[in-house]
């Protein structure tokens, strides 16, 4: 196993690989990103183009360690791409598909066509796309579809700006990377297969998907790095200082248990699982969860990324915490209100402050089982109204 | 599909990928881009104990032009010099050839280093730069020497790195301005390996009418003095043609009968290009 640091449609990815895990395999099993798709495995048929640094490549042939640092970019990842967004209503113009198993690959270098050669004729499309086989539709529909948004770039209805690389080698490869050492991955983690527990390892974090939760914090804890480090590798121990979590089981690098929330008349019991990621020489943790809300129907997949940094002169430790998460369900529709990122953020205090206290010998300051949040819900509620009144106002006035 | 098993190392220098080479003693593979080398571990054709990235170390991203040639580093990929990023003077033909190579997701990767290294028969670089009498440059991390590119790949799949050796650069020596080359590949589709191909240059100051037969069982044919072969003066706009016998007799040497109006094909239209 080995640590791999990418970002794949924007989101940074941390994975523990085997080497020869090619990157198809990592979007497609690990992240649950499958509009990357597989047919030959050996560089002929173009299914699993996608943009490595910004310009297409072969995910089946590219394994994943050879991409440190690399940008990825699926087809998931180009939705609001204004090329795509013409290309692929030009595609259903001309009936540029029919199965579909080739369009994700098949649109990749069609994106690259018209920003690559906006002068191309129908013979050069012909030429360009012989890297992508179709066995269905045919390449009529297809070549006129790129033929058509070609016509708009050239009237200058659409801009496709060209590439601008200027560094040779590979794209995805060339860098460096951290220093050797890098991820402590658990026995169990490097010898088990992916499905563990009774959640995928696929569905666990973000997995590429865009969060509609996004937290930042930084706390500085009154005690030295290495032992805030040592403390945080230690679950069954931070587990309790999180206000209305429960740890269950562990086993391995795999976690199970519950945070039950609170908020004023809502409440969530959430039951998930959460597979840990540590890296010494980095010392950053990530924490990849996925679970369910057992009262409601809500669904909720995150990642908690830490680092640690000595700050005072190396009396006190910085740590600095990232949430991107992605809330499904009935809850979503707070989601991307104040009223889930204040709520985190209430949460993480008192983490904070338990966490210096545990390091301190000392009990934990609240014995919460969950949240209370009412005032905060009160103002945020009564925003939600004034909000609705004017929208409903504003209809009236038309 | 998956590859056996290997463990993984990324060589920073040229020195530590010496290092990493001559611990593995011959179970490493050395791996750039991966566009021949993947397929071949995805079929397990090829089982490396070892798998050691060099994109990492500098030189080998690097074009250097010294007095009378320019290095090219073995890690600049084939759209690099498709696209110019990685700029040559006066040597166009690289840009061509590389623009016909394989598909462009894969030369985005691709390089012309692993290629040559891979030493498939039916590989675009290996006709090309014996055309143009390239030396690969050849480093075990302190010593480095050079080796004629006719001499650097031994048979099919085969090239003579040893030990803890790997190609740092390919050098090509600058041609006369008014030397030409062409290069001419059948295939039965676009992006696939040729099943037979030619490279001719063309160097009326130089007085040099170099022809490369490629795509062979091993080696690619260099026939220094192509008037052996092509009959007619050979001159810019004019036109040399197909000696027939002589040809045949030289393909049959080389045991490639099969094809052979392929290979003829492929020697005709190159030394068209190279004088057009």
């Not at chain 1, 270098?109 to 690559?116: G, L, M, P, Q």
């Not at chain 1, 809500?298 to 990324?305: D, K, M, P, Q, Y």
């Not at chain 1, 991307?336 to 949460?347: G, K, P, Q, W």
């Not at chain 2, 675009?124 to 009498?133: E, F, G, I, K, Y």
Request: aromatic content about 4%.
């Amino acid at each position: 196993m080995r640590s791999v640091e990418l970002t794949v449609n924007g989101v940074a990815v941390v994975e523990a690989v085997e080497p020869r895990l090619h990157l198809a395999d990592l979007l497609r099993e690990r992240l649950g990103l499958t509009g990357t798709h597989l047919r030959c495995e050996q560089g002929a048929c173009g299914a699993c183009t996608l943009l490595i640094d910004g310009e297409p490549a072969r995910a089946c042939i590219t394994y994943a360690v050879l991409c440190e640092g690399a940008q990825i970019t699926t087809i998931e990842g180009l939705e609001d791409d204004p090329i795509m967004v013409a290309l692929r209503r030009a595609f259903t113009a001309e009936h540029g598909l029919q199965c579909g198993f080739c369009t994700p690959g098949m649109l990749i270098t069609a994106r690259d066509i018209v920003r690559r050669l906006p002068g191309a004729d129908e013979r050069r499309i012909r030429l360009e796309l012989s890297g992508n086989l179709c066995r269905c539709t045919g390449y009529v529909g297809i070549v006129r579809a790129i033929r058509r948004v070609l016509q708009e770039v050239r009237s200058g209805a659409l801009a496709a700006a060209a590439s601008e690389r200027r560094k040779l080698g590979p794209v995805g490869s060339g860098r460096a990377g951290p220093a050797p050492g890098g991820l402590s991955v658990s026995p169990a983690a490097a010898a088990g297969g992916d499905k563990r527990g009774a959640i995928a390892d696929a569905d666990l974090g973000l997995a590429g998907r865009k969060p509609n939760i996004e937290i930042h914090q930084s706390l500085v804890i009154a005690r030295p790095q290495a032992e805030v480090w040592t403390f945080l590798g230690d679950v069954e121990r931070v587990v309790p200082c999180m206000p209305g979590a429960t740890l269950s089981a562990v086993r391995g690098d795999r976690l199970q248990g519950g945070l039950a929330i609170k908020l004023g008349p809502i409440v969530a019991a959430f039951d998930g699982e959460a597979r840990v990621v540590r890296d010494d020489a980095m010392q950053r943790g990530m924490i990849l969860g996925a679970g369910r809300d057992r009262l409601g129907a809500s669904r909720a997949s995150g990642e908690l990324e830490y680092r640690l940094s000595a700050v005072q002169g190396g009396a006190a430790t910085r740590l600095d915490i990232t949430v991107r998460a992605l809330l499904l369900g009935p809850l979503a529709q707070f989601g991307r209100s104040a009223i889930v990122t204040d709520l985190a953020a209430r949460i993480s205090e008192v983490f904070a402050r338990n966490l210096e206290r545990r390091l301190a010998g000392l009990p934990d300051a609240t014995q919460q089982k969950a949240i209370p949040a009412a005032s905060l819900l009160g103002a945020v509620i009564a925003e939600r109204i004034k909000n609705a009144l004017a929208r409903l106002l504003e209809k009236f006035r038309r | 599909m998956q590859p056996a098993k290997f463990e993984f190392a990324r060589a920073r220098s040229l020195g530590e990928a010496a290092t990493i080479l001559r611990q593995a003693s011959g179970s490493a593979k050395v791996i750039a881009g991966g566009q021949s080398l993947g397929p071949m571990l995805n079929l397990r054709l090829a089982r490396p104990s070892v798998l050691v990235d060099i994109t990492a170390i500098p030189e080998l991203t690097r074009i250097e032009e010294d007095g009378d040639g320019v290095m090219i580093g073995a890690c600049v990929t084939t759209s690099d010099l498709e696209d110019g990023r990685a700029r040559v003077d006066g040597l166009p033909i690289l840009a061509t050839v590389a623009a016909g190579i394989a598909y462009r997701a894969v030369r985005n990767r691709g390089t012309v280093g692993g290629s040559l290294c891979h030493a498939d028969p039916a590989g675009d670089w290996l006709p090309v730069l014996c055309a143009l009498a390239a030396e690969c440059v050849v480093t075990d991390g302190s010593r480095v020497r050079r080796v004629p590119i006719q001499g650097f790949v031994t048979g099919a799949f085969e090239v003579m790195l040893e030990g803890a050796e790997l190609l740092q650069a390919i050098r090509i020596p600058r041609p006369s301005r008014a030397a030409r080359c062409g290069y001419y590949k059948v295939s039965r589709k676009a992006g696939e390996f040729a099943l037979a191909s030619a490279a001719v240059l063309f160097d009326r100051e130089g007085e040099r009418f170099r022809a490369v037969i490629g795509a062979t069982q091993g080696r690619p044919i260099v026939v220094e003095d192509a008037r052996s072969i092509l009959r007619g003066v050979p001159q810019p706009g004019g036109a040399v043609e197909l000696d027939a016998t002589a040809a045949g007799a030289l393909l049959r040497r080389a045991q490639l009968p099969a094809h052979m109006r392929l290979y003829t094909t492929a020697l005709v239209r190159a030394a068209a290009q190279a004088m057009a």
